[in-house]
């Protein structure tokens, strides 16, 4: 239904269905689309994604007119978002069929801002993979996100244009497509160092320096935990390679343990009674051959120890 002076009302449901069209058509010439994709009702859920739009939100400028895009990347409308250095492309689907150009310019950081940043990750950040997942100290994130000295741009360096006939400053495509960069971040926070045009892999170098240094100090370091030998000898009065000499020689010449049988059990013990003239015999014969062993094992167990004690 159309009253006289205003838009026909569409549903989300409407918009949801004509942008995925419109996608579907656009990826058949240009399959290197790369579509905002809103999952949920929050546009942003990492550190990097949700710091974006909050720095823009915080802004007067922004605050009253940046809310018109929430509804429009929400239901599909940015069909494509490409993100280069100090600078953003994309398509928006709106009212009309064709889908609507906006083009957003961010000023680089400046190279002494990104000096103090890399200068304030020093000796803070533990690895490359937590800045990106935004584990670190809350101290660091506040150096981030500072007005002026951070890495976030205010209004001043952003300037955007949309090819819509929409009268105001910043219209809701050029809205959409500011929360689409929050959402597309999610996805890779990398992106944001390309389009503030921050070398990236200076501060890699940083961190794995940074890191490579403390497990080399922790490793130079001795435990209190770790006793070398010398001390454990000097302590209980005992000389270690003695006793694992004797410790060795003990357990080459040791048998594994069987359950006795009646003759071994009689020869262990000589008080045993022997039922049979039969046992009588195996008894002496045990006797005979383990007694030249026990005589050379032990003359070999004093050699040894005569070596070690000279």
């Not at 994604?49 to 922004?62: F, S, V």
């Not at 890699?204 to 100090?217: M, N, P, S, W, Y």
């Not at 003990?250 to 003239?277: G, H, L, M, Y």
């Not at 015999?281 to 004690?309: D, F, H, M, P």
């Amino acid at each position: 239904m159309r009253y006289w002076g205003f838009p026909k009302y569409v549903s989300m449901a409407e918009k949801k269905a004509k942008a995925a069209r419109k996608l579907k058509e656009l990826c058949k010439k240009n399959p290197n689309m790369k579509p905002v994709v809103i999952e949920g009702s929050a546009i942003a859920r990492t550190w990097w994604g949700k710091a974006w739009n909050l720095n823009l939100e915080r802004y007067a400028d922004y605050s009253n007119r940046i809310g018109r895009g929430r509804n429009y990347v929400r239901h599909g409308a940015v069909l494509d978002l490409q993100i280069e250095p100090g600078e953003v492309n994309a398509l928006v689907q709106g009212s009309r069929s064709k889908p609507y150009s906006v083009c957003i310019k961010i000023q680089t950081l400046k190279k002494e801002i990104w000096k103090n940043i890399k200068a304030a990750c020093e000796n803070t950040l533990e690895s490359f993979h937590e800045l990106l997942a935004g584990k670190f100290p809350k101290a660091l994130g506040e150096i981030f996100t500072s007005r002026d000295t951070g890495m976030f741009p205010v209004p001043r360096e952003i300037k955007f244009s949309c090819s819509c006939p929409d009268w105001a400053s910043m219209c809701k495509h050029v809205a959409a497509v500011l929360y689409g960069v929050g959402a597309r971040l999610d996805e890779d926070p990398k992106l944001f160092f390309r389009l503030r045009d921050a070398e990236i892999g200076e501060m890699i170098k940083q961190t794995v320096a940074d890191r490579t240094g403390k497990l080399l100090e922790k490793a130079s370091r001795k435990s209190s935990r770790i006793i070398e030998d010398m001390d454990i000898s000097s302590v209980f009065g005992i000389d270690i390679e003695k006793q694992i000499a004797i410790a060795k020689y003990k357990t080459s010449e040791s048998t594994p343990t069987r359950k006795k049988s009646k003759v071994a059990a009689a020869f262990a013990n000589p008080k045993t009674s022997v039922k049979n003239e039969s046992q009588k015999k195996r008894v002496k014969k045990v006797k005979k051959k383990t007694a030249g062993k026990i005589i050379s094992g032990k003359s070999k167990y004093k050699k040894l120890t005569t070596v070690i004690t000279t």
